[in-house]
């Protein structure tokens, strides 16, 4: 770990002006991942921007009927939000799934956006990297790549983005709302991070000098028809897999529209809106969700210790469905 | 009478130090004046350091020296001076000894500073410049080049063939022929290894060190620096789980010493999680098991043959299939085990070395035989049961094996099991139900102790050996309160201290008996000598008694046949006008009475688990395991003993697996997110049984040791339930949930699950 500055901004502007100033400074709020990454050496920044002050740890309604989650709000106090609870459980299970209690209740909301790849080599600066390290080569794709990437991904980089959260909030098409120099911008979710191409250093299309204010929900919640499902190693304290967020809008046992996203499978959460729109007007039922998991899964490709992926997610992707449109009750 | 605690669920003595903080840990010692060394680790896993520029990390102020090969201070010249308790066979590892690289993590450069923070700064701006070779460190790779590796202490080489095995084996009306890959484990005791020195005035050297013996670090430092043992004091009063990584010396103990003689003064070197996949593992290790038998389940052939992994400078060998010969009776028997070396460091010792992958080898195979003959897995197990060890040819010293299977059996309900593979279903999932039986050793080890009696009737014991969670302060206490009837508050137990009678490492389930032994024996001088004051006492009830004759409970002492009639021993003590009475002991095994007998601890584990057949994810509901294992001097510290155990079956079976990069050849899942153990998310329903097992054999006390028999055998439960759920055979650990589906798709029809 490197020598850094500190210091404790206490409004937005304060935050993004020193932000500004420093290229290579840091906000830090929570911490549960940019400590780690600076005890590997992975980050260095020479100036660490406290947020936490900042007023941005509220819920609450939007104008639209939506619901807007402060950026400093913390994964615990949002899965346990009693709005969050009743009108978005699905956000609420994606992230009771992830890390543990004590993790969920120092990390924030916006951090989870930002948090970093898993990767082995990403961590290990023994070994090269392009995603900390450009032009230095991937060493997982002909490495250990159990954890990697079979949807989207370049020569190189094969990275996933790890969180569980943001899988629910691609299926729940949230917006992410940040600040910056050139003043406010709202992001649709599925725009906010990156597939790795030719530049996998970066991670989403926030500025360097953009801070993430809120991540406003919509109105719709699918509190109905709506499954988190996430396949890992262990039962808790495991990165997905494969994970998969999946909500539905059903007329009887006719679907209207359908929301899918995975986890666990690209560099971020994964939609395909072309295998969403095969389940319009379509009945619940297991041939038509394989249907769509194929459609999702088409043009996947494994690399080696991952391959098993791209058949775990068809099966994933048909489980959720059908606890999404309750055929039958998650197990 | 209230001071028999032999036998007790006594709460843990340390217990409250411990969950208060108060326990002071190897890397908590702050002394003034402190510097902390950080360790800097190669990259590579063969070659030579081209040049190492430190100029970066010197330029800070407040950073003291970078130590390497080149300026590291001169240490004892020969391998011998390295060797410690539990070397192998070969030159230890030394570290800084020149340029060339054995193993990736190898440490290379020791930044010290002024603070923490800093050397670790420094230490990220040491440039290496690496001279790499190629290295080989895939075990599978490697199968040509495996050999017989050298006899190592305390671990006898496999016995040569019995019968003829192989004409036995192919005429054989069942056979089973199975290879089982199991793969390297790092220990990871929550503690990593730390050692502070303190520089004292005189130049002496206190050193708080993590292990699992203060007199092997002691000794090991005072040959290495060529220190007399005065000027040492070696410290370890709380460990923080060892498993086995600490029984050897570990290099920050050299590196800590050597700074702190380099600067003259006190250093601290604690390494990072990251670190601790660079001390030594247990060794990936590949087996084969073949099995004839006839149509009625007698084992007519019995084949195992292990090769490990082991490093270019050791030869690590653990006894894999030596449980192979005596679990079971056969007369065609055949063991072999050979190791070849890699680019790796040594592997070392952890729980229940070899018979871990040994047991979990061949009761897989017994579980895939069974199914083979159409006959139940326990009854196979009872129709080939030993009733004596055939492969030393010796009676067992006791063996309740049988009523392992009956106790565990029946709290299990295994007469309610369904032969079939896939017959047993709860919902959509498939239960599989699967049982394994385990062997261990049991061995008494020469130890000492010392006693203090004070006039106040207050009592301390002390030993040289270690507690690393598994209750040794405890059960000590509780042996020494017993033999001198006190009460246990009145009881202190002191270890972890090179100053303190010798006593082995402390593993190989070998501390009750040895320490325990000497506490006995210490506590029985001061009885003697209490017998010899009491009985002089004027109207002494005791006058005319033997000493066999008189108990000792409540803080008296009295007849056995009238206890109503009794002196205190406060008063005895003051009769005698004795301030105290101090005793030392040795305690020597009868090792003549216990080399004609088999010694072991024996287990039946039975396991159900739950299986989704579409995404191969398991459960383990439960895990019931009946354990014989002689006398149990604390059935609550026991308990734990043998559950710790299990909840790491559990982990072996499904989890655990240090994954090694071949290209880098380095261990590339270094830390506890991506090392998968146990969360407690895991682990669900445990039961324990004690079978009762009486052993006049083994030492006085009748104990066999607890420490490592609840993990073996664990692991084949586990993939024999697996099996019995899903007719997969994964014989390759850990049993993620890849191979299972993958198995499953294989093992039927390609289509999903129908529809609820």
């Known amino acids: 770990m490197n020598n850094f500055s500190y210091t404790r901004a206490t409004d937005i502007t304060s935050a993004v002006n020193e932000a500004s100033r420093e290229a290579t400074a840091k906000f830090i709020a929570g911490g549960t991942n940019l400590i780690d990454l600076m005890k590997e050496n992975v980050a260095r920044p020479t100036r660490l921007i406290d947020i936490n002050r900042v007023p941005l740890n509220r819920i609450e309604e939007t104008k639209d009927g939506?619901?807007?989650?402060?950026?400093?709000?913390?994964?615990?106090?949002?899965?346990?939000?009693?709005?969050?609870?009743?009108?978005?459980?699905?956000?609420?299970?994606?992230?009771?799934?992830?890390?543990?209690?004590?993790?969920?209740?120092?990390?924030?909301?916006?951090?989870?956006?930002?948090?970093?790849?898993?990767?082995?080599?990403?961590?290990?600066?023994?070994?090269?990297?392009?995603?900390?390290?450009?032009?230095?080569?991937?060493?997982?794709?002909?490495?250990?790549?159990?954890?990697?990437?079979?949807?989207?991904?370049?020569?190189?980089?094969?990275?996933?983005?790890?969180?569980?959260?943001?899988?629910?909030?691609?299926?729940?098409?949230?917006?992410?709302?940040?600040?910056?120099?050139?003043?406010?911008?709202?992001?649709?979710?599925?725009?906010?991070?990156?597939?790795?191409?030719?530049?996998?250093?970066?991670?989403?299309?926030?500025?360097?000098?953009?801070?993430?204010?809120?991540?406003?929900?919509?109105?719709?919640?699918?509190?109905?028809?709506?499954?988190?499902?996430?396949?890992?190693?262990?039962?808790?304290?495991?990165?997905?897999?494969?994970?998969?967020?999946?909500?539905?809008?059903?007329?009887?046992?006719?679907?209207?529209?359908?929301?899918?996203?995975?986890?666990?499978?690209?560099?971020?959460?994964?939609?395909?809106?072309?295998?969403?729109?095969?389940?319009?007007?379509?009945?619940?039922?297991?041939?038509?969700?394989?249907?769509?998991?194929?459609?999702?899964?088409?043009?996947?490709?494994?690399?080696?210790?991952?391959?098993?992926?791209?058949?775990?997610?068809?099966?994933?992707?048909?489980?959720?469905?059908?606890?999404?449109?309750?055929?039958?009750?998650?197990? | 009478m209230t001071t028999n605690y032999i036998g007790q669920p006594i709460s843990r003595v340390d217990g409250r130090a411990k969950v208060t903080g108060q326990a002071k840990y190897a890397g908590e010692y702050n002394v003034p004046n402190l510097a902390y060394?950080?360790?800097?680790?190669?990259?590579?896993?063969?070659?030579?350091?081209?040049?190492?520029?430190?100029?970066?990390?010197?330029?800070?102020?407040?950073?003291?020296?970078?130590?390497?090969?080149?300026?590291?201070?001169?240490?004892?010249?020969?391998?011998?001076?390295?060797?410690?308790?539990?070397?192998?066979?070969?030159?230890?590892?030394?570290?800084?000894?020149?340029?060339?690289?054995?193993?990736?993590?190898?440490?290379?450069?020791?930044?010290?500073?002024?603070?923490?923070?800093?050397?670790?700064?420094?230490?990220?701006?040491?440039?290496?410049?690496?001279?790499?070779?190629?290295?080989?460190?895939?075990?599978?790779?490697?199968?040509?080049?495996?050999?017989?590796?050298?006899?190592?202490?305390?671990?006898?080489?496999?016995?040569?063939?019995?019968?003829?095995?192989?004409?036995?084996?192919?005429?054989?009306?069942?056979?089973?022929?199975?290879?089982?890959?199991?793969?390297?484990?790092?220990?990871?005791?929550?503690?990593?290894?730390?050692?502070?020195?303190?520089?004292?005035?005189?130049?002496?050297?206190?050193?708080?060190?993590?292990?699992?013996?203060?007199?092997?670090?002691?000794?090991?430092?005072?040959?290495?620096?060529?220190?007399?043992?005065?000027?040492?004091?070696?410290?370890?009063?709380?460990?923080?789980?060892?498993?086995?990584?600490?029984?050897?010396?570990?290099?920050?103990?050299?590196?800590?010493?050597?700074?702190?003689?380099?600067?003259?003064?006190?250093?601290?070197?604690?390494?990072?999680?990251?670190?601790?996949?660079?001390?030594?593992?247990?060794?990936?290790?590949?087996?084969?098991?073949?099995?004839?038998?006839?149509?009625?389940?007698?084992?007519?052939?019995?084949?195992?043959?292990?090769?490990?992994?082991?490093?270019?400078?050791?030869?690590?060998?653990?006894?894999?299939?030596?449980?192979?010969?005596?679990?079971?009776?056969?007369?065609?028997?055949?063991?072999?085990?050979?190791?070849?070396?890699?680019?790796?460091?040594?592997?070392?010792?952890?729980?229940?070395?070899?018979?871990?992958?040994?047991?979990?080898?061949?009761?897989?195979?017994?579980?895939?035989?069974?199914?083979?003959?159409?006959?139940?897995?326990?009854?196979?197990?009872?129709?080939?049961?030993?009733?004596?060890?055939?492969?030393n040819n010796k009676p067992f010293s006791s063996k309740e094996l049988k009523e392992c299977f009956r106790q565990g059996a029946e709290r299990f309900g295994w007469s309610k099991r369904t032969p079939e593979p896939r017959s047993m279903r709860d919902g959509g999932k498939l239960v599989g139900w699967g049982l394994a039986t385990g062997i261990w050793e049991t061995t008494q080890l020469p130890a000492g102790a010392k006693a203090v009696l004070t006039a106040e009737g207050k009592l301390t014991v002390g030993s040289a050996t270690a507690d690393i969670g598994t209750g040794t302060y405890t059960i000590m206490t509780q042996i020494a309160a017993e033999s001198l009837g006190l009460p246990i508050e009145d009881v202190t137990f002191t270890l972890g201290d090179s100053t303190l009678p010798r006593a082995p490492v402390e593993g190989g389930s070998f501390t009750a008996a040895s320490v325990g032994s000497a506490v006995k024996q210490v506590c029985d001088k001061i009885r003697e000598k209490l017998v010899t004051v009491a009985k002089a006492m004027p109207k002494s009830p005791l006058a005319n008694a033997k000493s066999e004759e008189i108990a000792f409970a409540d803080g008296r002492m009295m007849l056995t046949s009238g206890p109503s009639r009794y002196v205190s021993i406060k008063e005895v003590m003051r009769h005698g006008g004795l301030s105290s009475i101090a005793e030392t002991a040795d305690s020597t095994p009868d090792f003549e009475k216990q080399s004609k007998y088999s010694i072991h601890p024996h287990s039946a584990i039975f396991a159900e688990v739950k299986v989704d057949e579409d995404l191969g994810t398991i459960d383990v509901l439960r895990v019931v395991s009946a354990i014989a294992g002689g006398r149990i001097l604390n059935p609550k510290t026991a308990r734990s003993q043998i559950m710790g155990g299990i909840v790491w079956g559990i982990g072996m079976a499904l989890e655990e697996e240090s994954v090694i990069d071949q290209k880098f050849g380095r261990f590339m899942n270094h830390n506890l997110a991506e090392y998968h153990v146990p969360v407690n998310a895991d682990v669900q329903n445990i039961d324990v049984i004690f079978v009762e097992e009486h052993d006049s054999i083994v030492n006085p006390l009748g104990i066999k040791g607890l420490g490592e028999i609840g993990i073996v055998g664990t692991g084949a439960a586990i993939g024999n339930a697996i099996f019995h759920a899903t007719g997969v055979r994964v014989r390759d650990l850990p049993i993620t949930l890849d191979k299972v589906f993958a198995g499953a798709a294989a093992a039927r029809p390609v289509k999903l699950a129908p529809a609820a």
């Open chain 1, 66 to 331: 939506g619901l807007r989650l402060g950026a400093l709000v913390t994964n615990a106090d949002t899965a346990y939000n009693d709005q969050v609870e009743k009108r978005y459980p699905l956000l609420s299970r994606a992230i009771l799934s992830g890390a543990s209690a004590q993790l969920r209740n120092m990390a924030t909301d916006g951090g989870n956006l930002l948090q970093r790849t898993r990767c082995y080599y990403f961590y290990d600066v023994a070994t090269p990297c392009n995603k900390r390290e450009p032009g230095t080569g991937c060493s997982a794709i002909e490495g250990f790549n159990r954890m990697h990437a079979v949807l989207g991904t370049s020569d190189q980089c094969i990275a996933v983005h790890p969180s569980d959260m943001c899988v629910a909030l691609a299926a729940l098409e949230a917006v992410v709302r940040v600040t910056g120099k050139n003043g406010d911008r709202a992001i649709p979710f599925s725009d906010f991070h990156r597939l790795p191409g030719d530049t996998p250093q970066i991670d989403t299309n926030l500025e360097a000098d953009e801070i993430i204010t809120s991540i406003d929900l919509p109105p719709k919640g699918f509190a109905d028809h709506h499954a988190y499902l996430k396949v890992r190693d262990r039962h808790s304290y495991a990165f997905a897999l494969v994970s998969v967020a999946a909500a539905l809008e059903m007329d009887g046992n006719k679907i209207k529209g359908t929301r899918l996203a995975l986890g666990g499978v690209a560099h971020k959460p994964w939609r395909s809106k072309e295998a969403e729109e095969l389940l319009n007007g379509k009945a619940a039922n297991s041939d038509n969700f394989q249907a769509v998991a194929e459609t999702v899964m088409h043009g996947a490709k494994g690399f080696g210790h991952n391959t098993f992926k791209i058949d775990l997610a068809k099966r994933a992707i048909v489980r959720a469905l059908k606890h999404a449109a309750q055929m039958e009750a998650p197990r």
């Open chain 2, 37 to 391: 060394g950080v360790v800097v680790s190669s990259a590579i896993a063969k070659g030579r350091i081209a040049e190492i520029d430190a100029s970066a990390a010197l330029g800070l102020k407040g950073v003291l020296q970078v130590f390497t090969h080149k300026n590291a201070p001169p240490t004892a010249k020969s391998d011998q001076s390295y060797w410690d308790e539990v070397a192998v066979p070969g030159s230890p590892f030394r570290p800084f000894k020149d340029d060339k690289l054995l193993f990736s993590g190898q440490p290379i450069a020791l930044v010290v500073a002024e603070s923490f923070e800093l050397a670790r700064y420094a230490a990220s701006l040491v440039q290496v410049e690496y001279e790499p070779e190629a290295h080989a460190t895939d075990l599978n790779q490697q199968r040509d080049k495996a050999y017989k590796p050298k006899p190592r202490e305390g671990v006898a080489p496999p016995p040569p063939p019995r019968g003829n095995p192989d004409k036995a084996f192919a005429n054989s009306a069942v056979q089973i022929d199975a290879e089982y890959s199991v793969p390297a484990e790092h220990h990871n005791p929550m503690e990593p290894f730390a050692t502070t020195v303190i520089w004292e005035a005189d130049g002496r050297l206190t050193v708080y060190d993590k292990t699992q013996g203060t007199p092997n670090s002691h000794q090991y430092v005072c040959n290495v620096f060529g220190l007399s043992p005065d000027d040492v004091h070696l410290l370890s009063p709380y460990v923080g789980g060892g498993f086995g990584s600490g029984l050897r010396p570990k290099y920050q103990l050299f590196l800590a010493v050597m700074a702190a003689r380099g600067l003259k003064r006190s250093v601290r070197v604690t390494l990072t999680r990251q670190q601790m996949f660079t001390i030594g593992h247990r060794p990936r290790t590949l087996q084969r098991v073949a099995l004839g038998a006839a149509k009625d389940g007698k084992l007519e052939a019995l084949i195992h043959e292990a090769l490990a992994e082991t490093s270019q400078f050791e030869e690590y060998s653990e006894p894999v299939v030596q449980w192979s010969g005596e679990l079971y009776k056969c007369e065609n028997v055949k063991l072999d085990h050979a190791l070849a070396n890699l680019d790796i460091n040594t592997p070392v010792d952890m729980r229940a070395p070899g018979a871990t992958w040994g047991l979990y080898a061949l009761e897989s195979a017994m579980d895939e035989l069974a199914y083979k003959l159409n006959m139940d897995p326990l009854e196979l197990r009872l129709k080939n049961y030993a009733e004596k060890d055939f492969s």
